[in-house]
């Protein structure tokens, strides 16, 4: 953990989610531990302590609605991804069958298909996801928000992209005071999709309404830190009442098409 200031911000930048987590519980504060009946920091974690048992011991519940719109959603499974491809070398590892039928070409490797090679992209994205929402949000636009990252994360991870994802909660610069930001790391490059973990980050009251303020320790409003889209490829900017992205399946499935043809990803129409 350090504070830096950048982009006009004090930011508090953490190393991993557990170490938010970790630093967010010792800080409490009225904003994060008083109980909500309202639904505001999540339905399900009415009180301070059952928002860190879904944090840490997991939020299945949620998971399994999140993926659940996100399979519907049917993304990941209609992307053009790399096929398997035999020679005399390769870096795939060895087909057993093809090596004891005396095939010379038994070594296996991995090779982009005609269609991903015709739209070809960056192989490495990086996501930056500001999970600050405006008063006016409720769970329902979150969880759909959510979804459609989810499905954007993972349909990028199956054409063989290198994903990072950081999830930002601040405010945007202003002239009276310094705006302050927390900054958490929440997929590293190479790291393995932790569902669990994601899926709570972008898509569950708590991880901004709770953990967010407990380390800020005040209300902030929901803005944009200056140039934080120039230090990411994909920047998705704060829920605001009454955007039109998440209100449907097809608004959704729209937005995700149209973030991976930015990065040479298509999807069948099927």
């Known amino acids: 953990m350090e504070n830096i200031k950048a982009n006009g911000m004090n930011w508090t930048r953490f190393d991993n989610a557990s170490e938010f987590y970790s630093e967010a519980i010792r800080k409490g504060g009225y904003i994060a531990t008083q109980d909500y009946h309202d639904g505001w920091a999540g339905a399900d974690a009415v009180t301070w302590k059952q928002a ?6 997991g939020w299945d519940a ?6 659940a719109i996100a399979d519907k959603l049917n993304v990941a499974s209609r ?24 095939e010379p070409e038994f070594m296996m490797d991995w090779r982009e298909s005609e269609e991903m090679q015709s739209t070809p992209g ?22 759909a928000r959510g979804a459609a990252i989810m499905a954007l994360i993972e349909a990028l991870d199956m054409a063989g992209k290198i994903v990072t994802v950081d999830c930002i909660f601040a405010e945007s610069p202003n002239g009276y005071r310094d ?5 958490v790391p929440v997929k590293q490059p190479g790291d393995m999709l932790q569902r669990d973990l994601l899926c709570f980050a972008v898509a569950h009251e708590s991880f901004s309404r709770r953990f967010g303020h407990a380390i800020t320790g005040t209300g902030i409003m929901p803005g944009t830190p200056r140039d934080i889209a120039k230090e990411c490829d994909i920047y ?29 990803v298509t999807i069948d129409a099927r």
């Open 236 to 264: 998705i900017g704060e829920a605001m009442y009454g955007d039109e992205r998440w209100k449907s399946e097809e608004s959704c499935l729209a937005w995700i098409t149209e973030k991976l043809a930015e990065y040479g």
């Open 122 to 143: 960056k192989k490495s994205v990086h996501i930056i996801v500001n999970v600050t929402f405006s008063g006016g949000i409720d769970g329902k636009i979150i969880r």
């Open 179 to 183: 705006a302050v930001g927390v900054y």
């Open 79 to 102: 992307v053009s991804v790399p096929e398997i491809v035999f020679d005399v070398t390769g870096e795939g590892g060895f087909d057993v069958g093809r090596m004891y039928s005396g």
């Open 52 to 57: 860190q048992e879904l944090a840490l011991s």
């Open 62 to 67: 949620g998971r399994s609605a999140i993926t």
